[in-house]
Nanobody, 128 residues
Framework: VQLQASGGGLVETGGSLRLSCAAS????????MGWFRQAPGKAREFVAHITGNTRHTYYADTVKGRFTISRDNAKNTVYLQMNSLKPEDTAVYYCAASPQTYYHSTYYYTEANRYGYWGQGTQVTVSS
């Protein structure tokens, strides 16, 4: 299994970026895809996740209304559209995959240890 994240960069406050994560080697539509981030000196934190075929989404309160997660199952790719970026959004962003099970709640997939597959991370820096 490989997850390849891309799209990070340097942007000014209020700007936008779109991250992508291409997956291979897994039954993609059967996986919940998540985005997490880690700022220097801080723990990795949940950003958003999206379920497989139903595409239900869930966001951390810190990004709700500014970020949008989506997926294209034909391309095995998940996206994170980030708008109205703030300096506190600066972090390395990671995509991750977790097998979807219908008996688990939305909150189950907000925890990093639920994900067995991770991308390499892409740096997002927001200047003030």
């Amino acid at each position: 299994v490989q997850l390849q994240a891309s799209g990070g960069g340097l942007v000014e406050t209020g700007g936008s970026l779109r991250l992508s994560c291409a997956a291979s080697g897994l039954a993609y539509s059967s996986y919940v895809m998540g985005w997490f981030r880690q700022a220097p000196g801080k723990a990795r934190e949940f950003v958003a996740h999206i379920t497989g075929n139903t595409r239900h989404t869930y966001y951390a309160d810190t990004v709700k209304g500014r970020f949008t997660i989506s997926r294209d199952n034909a391309k095995n790719t998940v996206y994170l559209q980030m708008n109205s970026l703030k300096p506190e959004d600066t972090a390395v962003y990671y995509c991750a995959a977790s097998p979807q099970t219908y008996y688990h709640s939305t909150y189950y997939y907000t925890e990093a240890n639920r994900y067995g597959y991770w991308g390499q991370g892409t740096q997002v820096t927001v200047s003030s």
